[in-house]
């Protein structure tokens, strides 16, 4: 784990392979499960992955309120860091993170892969585009949420108190990014235009959390962009099927930019 | 001692229909509003009779649920304000965390202060976990926003020269300018629940009254000494007035019959806790610690059924607790009038003193007669002694 300034913000960042520089940007929750996608991962880039200003253990600067704050902290990581041409991976909330960087500046992007994406908003007022999952019911939830819940969720009980704690302030956070208006920009949708980089968007067949339905109707928002769907996969398929993602990522990669 | 007669207003008669949830996702089509009437009518009738009595009186407000029918804990409190004459009103309480505009909450506020010509005290609450749904705010912000909503209030109750700007975190005004001002000056005494020795501290430092709930012979001193210890280090005196602690309190002309009232009334502990567990810990509404733990245990509902404990620290489940265990926990003082005062003595004595009791003398079924007659005996017999508790 290594530690970026940037500003106020003392970023805890995991780095790892070697390669093309490749920005990862985690969801709410689960962070640790992401460990074996970020090894395929690092086979053939050199992956960054921040954690989020306030989740585990890091620190969040109390103006550090809004997914735009983020937003603009990861451009601000790009720029210190001199990166360029740079793939960038976002899952789930961190989806919704590489949404708001794009729209405003992709000059250090070359590729965008959106994996079960949230942070835009379809539907009408009355329609729930992105399951309430502070409503559900656990079990409901976890089913929402894996394709084999039982493969990928820890046993709680048996966690250290320094990793519970963790899971605990990923959870807060998401909550202060993304409760209200819940887990999307009402504005987002509009400049959905500017994602002007090639974009891959991946989906969990499964998914019960953001239907495939959402992630079909990103990609007709998105200028340039394809659609995969991962079988046997739910919310987050890079945990589930890390290698199949990851090799999705891989040829998405090396395709030509029309 | 200030007696203050508490109910929750309960809609009872939608208990036997509801499951695992008595809270937050209940459909309204059980409540019969015709029978809701019938009940805010004798509930108001029980709080009127109090002002004979020379018992004060408390109100407070839930969200969609069955156990407390009052979703606004100034409705009650302005029609008491004209109702009664003489004793105090407290809300405990405004929920400011959870409210959108605090400004409106200083409006309710000084009105009914003023109405009742200066019988008010105002309580602000953060609110139980499972009131975040109904009304989204954000957990993780809860309390943050409670304290810059108390204080917008009281700036606004206090400000008395024309409008002043806020351009807080979480609330925007640019003319803030409450009319009526309060009666009382320079604002009603404010309160607020505590149920921590953390949160205590928070109210010892800005001299709140804590009322605490549901916290028994267990957990009760270190809340009390937190409060006593962090008061005297700032430089106030924590006189008993700054203290208060709720019971149910069944009271008879035999120990059998306030038994049975005290065994009613506990249709309130039995209840309360009852809610989908999903909503029972939204996240961030507890330190990460705490949240941590309840990890390790399984939920928010494994942790909170190791809340209530007899004195030697056994859990007590509430759903099915005795009038025996109740009492044993420090949540009820039941039996006869020298019954109840002696129970109310020890825990006095145990928590090292105390300058209200909030009683809970109407809860679950207990019906119109029997809370008359309890509220009755209580005033004619136990009210009398109470002098010689703190003053």
Redesign the interface.
């Known amino acids: 784990m290594e530690r970026i300034a940037i500003g106020e913000v003392s970023l805890e960042v995991l780095m790892a392979g070697e390669g093309p520089p490749l920005l990862f940007l985690h969801g709410g929750d689960y962070f640790q499960q992401n460990r074996q996608f970020i090894e395929e991962l690092a086979r053939h880039w050199r992956v960054i992955v921040p954690r989020h200003p306030g989740f585990g253990a890091t620190e969040r600067p109390e103006g550090f309120r809004t997914v735009h704050d983020l937003a603009y902290l990861y451009l601000d990581l790009l720029d210190r860091q001199d990166l360029r041409n740079v793939m960038l991976v976002g899952s789930s909330f961190g989806g919704w993170i590489a949404l708001e960087m794009c729209v405003r500046c992709v000059e250090r992007i070359g590729r965008l892969a959106l994996i079960d994406t949230l942070g835009v908003k379809f539907g009408g007022r009355e329609e729930r585009d992105i399951a309430d999952i502070y409503a559900l019911p656990a079990e409901e939830l976890l089913r929402r949420t894996f394709f084999e819940p039982g493969r990928a969720v820890p046993d709680y009980a048996r966690l250290a108190e320094d990793e519970a704690m963790a899971i605990a302030r990923d959870r807060a956070a998401t909550a202060l990014y993304g409760w209200r208006p819940y887990m999307h920009n009402p504005g987002l949708r509009q400049w959905l235009h500017r994602v002007r980089v090639p974009t891959l968007v991946v989906w969990g067949e499964n998914d019960g959390i953001v239907a495939p339905d959402y992630g079909e109707k990103l990609r007709r928002s998105l200028p340039d962009a394809e659609f995969e769907l991962i079988r046997r996969a739910g919310h987050y398929p890079q945990i589930e099927c890390p290698g199949e993602v990851a090799d999705a990522l891989g040829r998405f990669a090396r395709s030509e930019v029309l | 001692m200030q007696v203050w007669h508490f109910s929750e207003m309960a809609y009872h008669p939608a208990w036997p229909q509801l499951g695992e949830s008595y809270r ?2 209940i459909p309204s089509r059980l409540y019969d509003p015709k029978i809701g009437a019938d009940l805010y009518h004798r509930y108001l009738d029980e709080w009127a009779l109090c002002d004979e009595l020379g018992i004060n009186i408390m109100t407070n407000e839930h969200h969609a649920t069955a156990t407390c029918s009052d979703p606004v804990c100034t409705i009650p409190m302005a029609i008491l304000a004209r109702e009664t004459k003489k004793v105090r009103l407290l809300a405990l309480g405004m929920p400011i965390g959870n409210r959108s505009d605090p400004i409106r909450v200083a409006e309710e506020y000084a009105m009914i202060d003023v109405i009742s010509r200066g019988r008010l005290e105002m309580g602000f609450v953060k609110g139980v976990p499972f009131e975040i ?1 109904p009304a ?6 809860l309390t943050e926003r409670f304290w810059e909503a108390h204080d917008l209030i009281l700036k606004a109750m206090t400000s008395l020269d024309g409008p002043f700007n806020w351009e807080g975190t979480h609330f925007h005004y640019r003319q803030v300018n409450v009319w009526p001002r309060p009666y009382q000056q320079p604002h009603p005494p404010v309160w607020t629940p505590v149920g921590s020795p953390e949160s205590a501290i928070e109210a010892a430092v800005r001299g709140i009254v804590i009322g605490v709930l549901n916290t028994g012979w267990v957990r009760t001193p270190a809340i009390f000494e937190a409060y006593r210890s962090k008061a005297r280090e700032v430089g106030r005196e924590p006189t008993p007035d700054r203290l208060a602690y709720m019971a149910l309190i069944g009271v008879g002309e035999t120990r059998e019959e306030g038994r049975r009232r005290a065994d009613q009334i506990l249709g309130y502990s039995r209840t309360s806790g009852i809610v ?4 029972a810990n ?3 509404y507890v330190s ?2 705490a ?3 309840m ?5 928010a509902m494994a942790a909170r059924a190791t809340r209530v404990q007899t004195k030697d620290g056994r859990p007590i489940n509430p759903r099915t607790m005795s009038v025996d265990e109740a009492i044993d926990a420090g949540l009820s003082f039941a039996g006869t009038p020298d019954d109840v005062f002696a129970q109310l003595r020890a825990f006095y004595d145990h928590v090292g003193g105390f300058g209200h009791l909030l009683m809970m003398g109407q809860g679950g079924l207990l019906n119109h007669e029997e809370t008359v007659a309890n509220l009755k005996l209580f005033s004619k017999e136990i009210l009398p002694r109470v002098g010689v508790l703190a003053k």
């Open positions: 937050v996702i749904s989204n705010t954000n957990p993780a912000e989908a567990p999903q909503f939204p996240p961030g990460p610690r949240a941590a733990q990890l390790k245990a399984g939920g």
